[in-house]
């Protein structure tokens, strides 16, 4: 991961390519975020987290590094005032309640599917192609998220519910689905072979 970041950063360096170090930046933070919480979590040494930190972030890694001691609240103060407060703050408060890093990854996710949305109204350049690369690549998440939990015999409802949660505003909870894809209790018809 560490050197696949340093390559993006090199490459958005070298074409001077403003949106892709914005969002590797933005990346780099939340990924590093989540880290020290899952680090605080697990209970590692700084000098694990520090190989697990990716470069390029706004956030320096000496402050996330030293976060990790009294994290997750630490992580408030870090990044009061700063574009992650409102993921930190609603992250941290999901893991105090809950004691579990899922509601942060779908904060992050949303935030930085926020950010390439914004690159939508960009007629020109590299910035729409990368744009719906970005975009593609989030859409693949999805349908595997939705297909694990056709495997997993998830009710529809359900499905729907993670589906509102990683599209707020998307209304998937409207989207008919023939009832000849699940089964008896919205499980996998056997003809499906599965």
């Not at 990716?54 to 870090?78: D, F, H, N, Q």
């Not at 109204?121 to 690369?133: C, D, I, K, R, S």
């Not at 009710?155 to 008919?176: F, N, Q, T, V, Y």
């Amino acid at each position: 991961d560490v050197q696949a970041q340093e390559y993006l950063l090199a490459v958005a360096e070298h074409y001077r390519a403003g949106f892709l170090r914005g969002y590797l930046q933005r990346e780099a933070d939340l990924l590093n975020l989540q880290a020290v919480l899952r680090a605080a979590q697990m209970g590692w040494e700084a000098s694990t987290l520090r190989r697990a930190l990716l470069p390029g972030g706004a956030l320096p890694c000496a402050k996330l590094i030293e976060a990790l001691e009294t994290a997750p609240r630490s992580l408030l103060a870090l990044t009061a005032g700063t574009e992650y407060q409102g993921v930190v703050e609603e992250g941290v408060r999901a893991l105090e309640q809950a004691g579990q890093l899922g509601r942060f990854a779908l904060l992050r996710e949303n935030f930085l599917h926020s950010y390439v949305r914004a690159a939508r109204h960009v007629a020109f350049g590299y910035v729409p192609v990368l744009a719906y690369a970005l975009a593609k690549e989030r859409e693949g998440r999805l349908l595997r998220l939705v297909f694990t939990a056709k495997l997993q015999a998830l009710p529809l409802e359900k499905i729907a519910e993670r589906l509102d949660a990683l599209c707020p505003g998307s209304r998937s909870s409207a989207i008919k689905i023939p009832s000849w894809a699940f089964g008896p209790s919205g499980s996998i018809p056997s003809r499906f072979g599965m």
